[in-house]
């Protein structure tokens, strides 16, 4: 039996990825920076493990024993010291297989340095000499139900980005914990990339569809890039100033087209088609209605 440790397991992708391994006839450790706070993991009666990327310190002990290793690194300054740290430490300590958590548009030459750490940590893991798997998820729909794409929508009816009028791919974050678990899984996977993309919509046509969805009224502003700065300064999410500038680069890659891509990658490992966003807002629907 194998023995799975997941990695920012508290978080968005990680927390689903556990509930969607369950009964899969493998052990499933759980790695969190706080033991104290992570009371909903431990409900789920998965073993919790410290591991907190600023302390290289927690590194082995986490990854004793571990066969397969499911790899979210925080978007942090330093994430590709810490995904090269956590790479090593995971091959002296025996791990068989690496699933690393990437996105879309990941490329060495990228204007956006998130899209080039994905890039450098992708040839990271590729050259470590463990077996791999690299999922490059689309956008994560529930980015617009939580964070500060929401935070506009639900103040002022206004959805306000500096993504012109681009096509951006959109994933359900449930479907990309489906393939994920299949990928931990199931045979057939060895050094395989897959590209996780639901179908590409443009900012303006979403919030058409949650308009006609919830009945409220909400537009799509196309902001210039210094309201979009204060607006990520303002709002509730606590962003650095390195973290705005990242994103605007990542916004850039999306007004320049970078982020609409389709791949049969995601059906393939789910079996379905992917969640469109009509789907995903009538499940959120009183989120939208009552935010």
Same mark, same amino acid.
């Given at each position: ?11 968005? *992708? &990680?927390?689903? *990825?556990?509930? +969607? ?16 706070? @992570?009371?909903? *993991? ?32 925080? !978007? ?17 300590? &025996? ?7 990437? /996105? !879309?548009?990941?490329?060495?030459? @990228?204007?956006?340095?998130?899209? %080039? ?8 893991? %590729?050259?470590?000499? #463990?077996?791999?798997?690299? *999922? %490059?998820? &689309? +956008? ?6 939580? /964070? ?15 993504? &012109? ?14 393939? @994920? ?14 590209? !996780? ?5 443009? +900012? ?10 919830? /009945? ?6 196309? #902001? ?15 962003? @650095? ?15 320049? /087209? ?34």
């Amino acid at each position: 039996m194998n023995t799975i440790l997941v990695t920012s397991a508290a978080g968005l *992708l &990680g927390s689903q *990825l556990i509930d +969607n391994l369950k009964n899969t006839h493998t052990i499933v450790k759980a790695a969190v920076r706080n033991l104290a706070k @992570s009371t909903q *993991l431990k409900a789920r009666n998965v073993e919790l493990v410290k591991l907190d990327f600023n302390d290289p310190s927690t590194y082995a002990p986490a990854l004793k024993d571990i066969d397969k290793l499911f790899l979210i690194v925080p !978007l942090i300054p330093n994430h590709v010291e810490i995904t090269k740290a956590i790479v090593t430490v995971a091959k002296e300590n &025996g791990v068989k297989k690496i699933i690393k958590l990437s /996105g !879309l548009g990941a490329n060495m030459d @990228s204007g956006s340095q998130i899209l %080039r750490w994905h890039a450098k940590t992708e040839e990271i893991v %590729r050259k470590s000499g #463990i077996s791999y798997t690299i *999922l %490059r998820p &689309g +956008n994560y729909m529930q980015n617009y139900v939580q /964070g500060c794409y929401s935070h506009t929508m639900c103040s002022e009816g206004k959805l306000m980005l500096p993504q &012109g009028q681009a096509k951006i791919n959109q994933v359900d974050v449930k479907d990309i914990a489906k393939a @994920s678990a299949a990928v931990l899984t199931n045979f057939g996977h060895k050094d395989k990339t897959y590209n !996780l993309t639901g179908y590409s919509y443009t +900012n303006k046509e979403i919030v058409d569809l949650l308009s006609n969805i919830t /009945g409220k009224h909400i537009t799509y502003e196309d #902001i210039s890039n210094e309201q979009a700065r204060l607006q990520m300064k303002h709002c509730s999410c606590n962003n @650095s100033d390195w973290r705005i500038e990242a994103m605007m680069e990542l916004h850039q890659a999306c007004k320049d /087209g970078l982020m609409e891509a389709y791949s049969l990658d995601l059906k393939n490992l789910i079996g379905k088609g992917p969640t469109t966003f009509v789907e995903f807002a009538l499940k959120n629907k009183s989120t939208f209605i009552d935010c």
